[in-house]
Structures are given as C-alpha cells and as structure tokens.
C-alpha cells in the first residue's frame, strides 16, 4: 500500500517514483531486527533499566528543542546523516517501563497521592510538556491517555484518577483554544464542508476516497486520490488510500489484524503473573491500540483530524521502529516467562487450588 499510494509523489518530490518504497523495505529489516534484539533482553533488566532510560530521553527531548530540525513549523525531529529520527517514538516505550516499574515496585505507595500517584504524574507531565513544546499535542495527548489506563488498571484509587480528570479536561480545552489550528480542526471535524479547501479539506477528501472505494475497491494501484488530491496519503491517511483501492473488505481486514494483535496482547497481559511484566504488556499494546483507533477515526470523520500514524502501516522510519520496541517488549515477557510452569490463569489457578 505504500508503494501504491507513494509512487507519484515520490516522482514528483524526488524525480524517483520508488524514492519511498525503496526506503521504506529498508527500514521494514531494521524493525524487525530491532524487535527480536529488544525480545532477547529480560524483562527484570527492562525494569532495572527504566530509570536511567527515562532520564536519557527526557535530556534528548530538552535537546530536541534546542537543535531538532523543524518541519512544517514543529521541531520534532533530529537530521542524523541526510535521515531524520523523531525521538518521541522512543520516548513512549520509555515512559511506559517506567509507570510499569514503579507501580509494580511500590503497590503500597498507590493509596496515597504524595507519594504515589505524585511521582508518575511528574514524569508523566513533564514528559507531555516537552512534547506540546514541539508542538505535539497527539502524542501528549496519548501518553496521558494510555497512562490514565495504567493507573486505574495498576491501583491507583479512582478518586484520584477523578480528581485528574476534572483537572485535565479543562487543561485540554485551554490547550486546544489558545492554538488556533488545533481549533479550526475541532471544528472542521464537525462540519468539513463549511471550509471545503481550507481546515476541511483533508477529511473531505478522506470521504471522498472510502465512498469511492464502496464494498471491493477500485482495485490495488488504481486509486484517483492519491494523485495530490489527498495530502499525506502514505504516511497518516494511508488507510484512506487502502479503502479507495481494495474497498470495504481491505478496511475490515486491516481491523481484523489490528484486533487479533490487541487481543493477543491482552490476552498474554492477562495470563502473567508478574505486577511489572503484565503493566509493561498493557502499556505497549494500549499505545498500539489507541494510536490505531485515532487514525482510523480521523480518517473515518469518526474524530477530529490528527496527524497520527496507523501503526505499522504508514510510513515513517521513527514510528516503525518505535513500534516495534513495543512489540519486542512484549515478546521479551512472552520469551522469558518460567519453562517450568504454564503461564498463569484462572485455570491454572484452580488446578493449584
């Protein structure tokens, strides 16, 4: 799909038309290699890891702003080599082994505000500020979010997840007001066609290609949108492209795919034991899951446009990799569980019993 949906831009941009696919089956190796070398590494070296991790990428992210590279106005990028590395795709795994460790380090501190939920939200919100200074309101908005679930699933008392939220809503709003793009896509969510070739006109051309594209598509290469009516359409709204081509039945096989990879990641948080392994699985599969889940609805009209990739699928060198850090932490868990023993469930539980 990214072959299809890149080659005359790349054309245009570069003089190449596989000027993009010819990276992008470069850096599918890379990731892959990257996932099966983070797989090789014990959880409990993870964990020991998290804290010097974490302040690594807090003082990348202080150096991001100070001599990223910025495009299209937001510096959210290092220039290695002619390449560029977008280090908030690492950063996110991070934050991630380190809610995990400390809520599985510190059971008894969760009760209290100070000296349990204090500490992460610091992190957590520094880790965001950093970001919206790029700016980068989606991927603070999905840390934030993926760690509100971690804390509710890891003990955190709900009285103080509701004290966040009354907090954090407003916040929100604020953030959202005072930027004035941010604004105008809230409100060409709502209504794209009173500003048809200004803040709506992504989206309606999104629409344009799912309706086009009806039950079979239009068929794979074929897809009129991509020709520079329909803006990132490899990277965010790639999804777009694949209903325009292969139709109603590639958009469900691509949901498919991203439920079968969620449930197994559930599934597999559900049957470990360890506090720290199953936080660690539920993190890495949520940023999965809720990053999927606001690309596609962007790309739906379901929610307001963001410039998110659908993982795996779009491209970007960063995201892929970053992606699969989260798998290979994953793997990493499923790798090492006991041989001697199954995986614990409430079967298990009852034959012990």
């Not at 939920?117 to 980068?136: E, F, G, K, N, R």
């Amino acid at each position: 799909m990214i072959g299809s949906a890149s080659l005359s831009v790349a054309e245009a941009r570069f003089g190449d038309p596989l000027r993009i696919i010819s990276h992008w089956v470069v850096y599918i190796p890379v990731g892959l290699l990257l996932a099966w070398g983070v797989s090789r590494v014990h959880p409990d070296w993870w964990k020991a890891a998290s804290l010097p991790l974490l302040g690594l990428m807090l003082l990348l992210m202080l150096c991001l702003l100070a001599f990223g590279v910025k495009i299209n106005g937001a510096t959210r990028w290092f220039s290695l080599a002619g390449m560029t590395l977008q280090p908030v795709e690492l950063l996110k795994p991070v934050v991630i082994l380190y809610l995990a460790y400390y809520m599985a380090a510190f059971p008894d501190r969760l009760k209290s505000f100070a000296s349990g939920l204090s500490p992460m939200l610091v992190v957590v919100s520094t880790a965001a500020i950093l970001l919206l200074l790029q700016p980068d309101f989606g991927n603070a908005a999905l840390l934030i979010m993926v760690a509100f679930c971690m804390w509710f699933v890891g003990g955190v008392p709900f009285r103080h997840l509701l004290a966040l939220i009354s907090i954090a809503i407003p916040i929100g709003a604020i953030a959202v007001i005072v930027e004035p793009y941010r604004l105008k896509r809230i409100l060409s969510f709502t209504d794209p066609w009173a500003d048809p070739f200004g803040s709506g006109y992504q989206l309606i051309q999104s629409m344009i290609a799912f309706g086009s594209g009806g039950i079979s598509g239009s068929g794979l290469g074929q897809s009129v949108q991509k020709l520079f009516y329909l803006p990132e359409a490899f990277t965010d709204f790639i999804a777009a492209v694949l209903a325009e081509e292969l139709g109603l039945a590639g958009t469900l096989a691509l949901i498919t795919l991203f439920m079968v990879l969620i449930w197994r990641g559930l599934k597999l948080a559900m049957q470990t034991k360890e506090p720290f392994e199953r936080l660690l699985i539920l993190g890495c599969i949520l940023l999965i899951a809720i990053s999927c889940m606001i690309n596609l609805g962007a790309v739906m009209g379901i929610l307001p446009t963001k410039g998110m990739p659908i993982p795996f699928f779009s491209y970007g060198g960063s995201a892929l990799f970053g992606n699969c850090i989260l798998i290979g932490l994953i793997l990493s868990v499923q790798r090492h569980q006991p041989e001697n023993r199954p995986l614990y469930n409430s079967h298990t539980a009852e034959a012990v019993a």
